[in-house]
């Protein structure tokens, strides 16, 4: 830090990758939040709010080895030297509360949590170092129900904000099905942690490089477009082979992971499943998906495991109405993060919308969970069965605002223009008078005149302005003039001599009817 | 950072100075917050949202000249060793927002903002290091009517939140007449600046310490209760003397600032204000108040600028129908902050309420602000008058939460048991039955028995349980059972074979039924 920059002026800027919110988002995000809130408390999750500051070791994962651990994580010393981090997810301080609670809290622990979290990682465009999350989870339930739960929680959620079926879909894996298929290739253990990641990381991005660019990331290694090498996992021929039978089994002779599962998927309809749903709930939708998996990897009781448990899901969602379509199985979905042991599950947006250059946009991911059995154990030492969904609520907001209709902007305050600056104490009496009454309502506080008031009345949408000059006060009246109307009229009357003849959308009220006159008029603009 | 840490397990704790919020205080919270949003958007103020990191040197005043910039508030390096912090209130980051945009803002710009705000200080009781606020900015107005509309908004506010009328009032003084005291006592220009924050300080403690307390603190130094020595601005007993006209002024003898007040205050009741109030609005409620003020800074031109305003706030305050048992002047107001160069404002609760220990405890401040005409010129060097009021939400939170009645704890989810663990596909169906009627319900996820299932059922509060065992299937039935009405039955029967044999608020209904009978017996306990 310079000395010189005390003396010269600091620049007016943002923090790289921090962002402004202005008021049409911030009230499409409240609105949001307002209605996955609903849904998580009518699944009878409670509210919790823990602190975006926590200590460092206590928030776990990042726990540095180094002296100033800032890899992925904002961190900073107290002045007792302990190293404190901001929250980069709701998780984490998650675990460390019912670690701390475990004794008063009922069990299982039903919880949501909404709120920014921060990554101290490269900024890019749409991504950001602050972003909300809005999470729901179970805390002490090994039962897959709960899983299945978050599934259909995920889906009702999507569908409450107006994302129709069908523009979505919720995927479901199970990392135990992954774990058994590196236990197969031998990549099982303690001091296989790091490449196991690797693997993961490259599976996961089949979507985007597809089969070829998975198998040289799981070899050597990958060069992109750019130039760029990406050191891969080192797996053998062989060892790659197997684990491409995970998503491009050849039951179908397909490399295309999508038309594969497509093609031994039964039932890709609700309705369908739910008339051959006969008598026994216990149906499941893809058998020939998962047992040609059973077969494959035979040998691992992990992957046996988390096959059994994807048909429990299945059966359960499948029960209470919800198909294929909107919850389906997809053995791409690995989500990033290291905690997962179970069912993980990712949200997905399917339409496709034109960007602002036109292209078409898909939105991909918006929000994902899973299973996450060991991180209350962390702290207690015994374990703790969990499993949540958290939702990216920017990153959904910034799709919904493509899909929702574009709303006409919101009214703006009523201005009470200041004609006369004696009569300051008039106007303000007036605003309030329509404060009182519910109306939004401003006195003109800036000291520019008439002309720059009507300007600024229009640059905050305002419905109407009120006119009081010392004619309108010697007679009792007061002027209301309507800006969308006047708006309309300004548009079909292109002579400015006729204009001020006409003087349209404006009338003269007496001041004991003003209230009532500016909430007629406020009432006919939002009809 | 130890490295033993990595292998031992961390200790499950919040951070020092943090708080976990629960339930029902959220909710408290969310219904307060939403109030004041409705008061602020009804004084026509826009949502903004600025991050929770800003560079250091763009949030100011705690500009560091040492390596670690961290007195006050949380610091840390980016990447690029540049400087950021945790936002300390929600001013400073509106002045870099107005500074970075101010081209394209409407003028006055008028803008609430609400969330968490982070200091790095010392916690203690009811003091924590992360709290919210809730502020409400104009910027670009230079007319005091900016400042008596922020008093109006306070009161408004308070009102809106259940505050009754006489159990708070909104304290309006102007540092312009500090400023003009400090003149005339010598301690004017910018080599005073640290002296005159002192003398600042100390008379902010008027309420705590008494006159005597505060002549120590303007004097030499103090010595408190516990032994601990506070040095002094060290100002003559000449100096000290003009200063103790400010707030111990000899017109009614008395050395006791609120009786003297009081004494000099000819219309300490709205009603009474308004009757006089003939034809001229700017009668004003305190003239020979501020006329002595007038008298003794009188050749201080800054202090009589500040008198000329405060007249001027009464009046429009007034004129709106604002008593002084609402808004009224009082010289003790100072505010801690340095930027503040007009007038400012503190809302206050007046009531006493019993403590947990059954002592009495005022609440005093939740909230304040004032007009800060130079924080948007560090950016720009051009000044941008702007004033504004911030309301300590956590802290209001605390002190509503003792005057309004306890509410009856809120319903929890209605729980769907789990008899038959074969059967969890149906009980999640009914669950899911219950939750698209809109209905709160979960099917019990944990692995325990029955009676485990009831006493988590009870803990969260649940209005009813629903059970079906394997008799109930076989009819296609379900029982449900009332807990609100078992525990009123529970305690009128003494007996357990009675119990038994009663069954009391517990009936069977066909399973088409289900959502219907839990949808009336809600209603009943809502009622």
Chains 1, 2 share one sequence.
Not at 102 to 118: D, S
Not at 174 to 186: F, S, Y
Not at 237 to 250: D, M, R, T
Request: aromatic share 8%; net charge neutral.
């Amino acid at each position: 830090m310079s000395k010189q920059n005390t003396n010269s002026r600091p620049e007016a800027r943002l923090a790289k990758g921090f962002r402004d919110i202005e008021a049409p988002e911030l009230k499409a995000l409240n609105d949001m939040t307002g209605k996955i809130r609903e849904v998580y408390e009518r699944y009878g999750f409670e509210a919790l709010e823990t602190p975006a500051i926590e200590y460092t070791d206590a928030l776990g994962k990042f726990l540095p080895d180094q002296d100033r651990p800032n890899a992925g994580v904002f961190s900073f010393q107290d002045e007792d030297e302990q190293w404190m981090s901001l929250r980069y997810d709701l998780t984490a301080p998650l675990a460390r509360y019912v670690a701390q609670n475990f004794q008063t809290l009922p069990k299982p622990f039903r919880r949501y949590a909404f709120g920014n979290v921060y990554r101290n990682e490269k900024p890019g465009p749409g991504r950001f170092r602050q972003f909300m999350q809005f999470d729901a989870d179970t805390v002490g339930a090994e039962s897959v129900a709960a899983d299945a739960e978050m599934c259909m929680l995920a889906a009702d959620t999507l569908e409450a904000l107006g994302v129709k079926r069908g523009q979505y879909v919720i995927k479901v894996n199970n990392r135990k099905i992954l774990d058994g298929a590196m236990e197969t290739i031998g990549l099982q253990g303690e001091e296989n942690t790091a490449r196991r990641l690797i693997v993961m990381r490259a599976i996961d991005k089949l979507d985007r490089l597809g089969v070829d660019g998975v198998r040289q990331l799981l070899g050597n290694g990958r060069t992109d477009e750019s130039g760029d090498f990406t050191k891969g996992a080192g797996l053998s021929s062989g060892q790659i082979e197997i684990l491409e039978k995970l998503y491009a089994h050849q039951e179908t002779g397909s490399q295309d992971f999508f038309l594969a599962k497509h093609a031994t998927d039964p039932a890709s309809d609700d309705d369908k499943i739910f008339t051959s749903d006969t008598g026994n709930q216990f149906v499941w939708a893809h058998p020939r998906f998962l047992d040609t998996y059973a077969t494959i990897f035979a040998g691992s009781a992990t992957a046996l495991e988390g096959i059994e448990e994807l048909r429990q899901i299945s059966s359960l969602v499948r029960a209470a109405g919800y198909g294929t379509k909107r919850i389906k199985l997809d053995v791409s979905v690995v989500r990033g993060l290291e905690y997962y042991t179970g069912p993980v599950f990712e949200a997905e947006l399917t339409f496709e919308v034109k960007g602002d250059d036109g292209k078409p946009v898909r939105f991909g991911s918006v929000g994902g969970g899973g299973r996450y059995d060991d991180l209350v154990a962390r702290f207690t030492g015994e374990k703790v069965p969990a499993t949540g969904f958290s939702i990216g609520v920017s990153r959904l907001q910034a799709a919904l605002s493509l899909i929702n209709d574009k709303k006409t902007q919101a009214l703006g305050p009523v201005v009470v223009l200041v004609m006369d600056k004696g009569e300051v104490a008039t106007y303000q009496k007036m605003t309030q008078a329509l404060r009182n009454a519910g109306i939004r309502a401003e006195m003109y506080l800036g000291s520019s005149g008439m002309k720059a008031q009507m300007k600024y009345a229009d640059k905050r949408n305002s419905p109407c302005v009120i006119i009081q000059g010392s004619d309108e006060r010697a007679k009792g009246e007061v002027t209301i003039k309507d800006l969308i109307e006047g708006a309309k009229a300004a548009a079909a009357i292109k002579d400015n001599k006729e204009w001020k003849e006409a003087r349209p959308a404006q009338f003269s009220v007496s001041e004991s009817h003003l209230v009532q006159e500016v909430h007629n008029l406020i009432k006919r603009h939002q009809a």
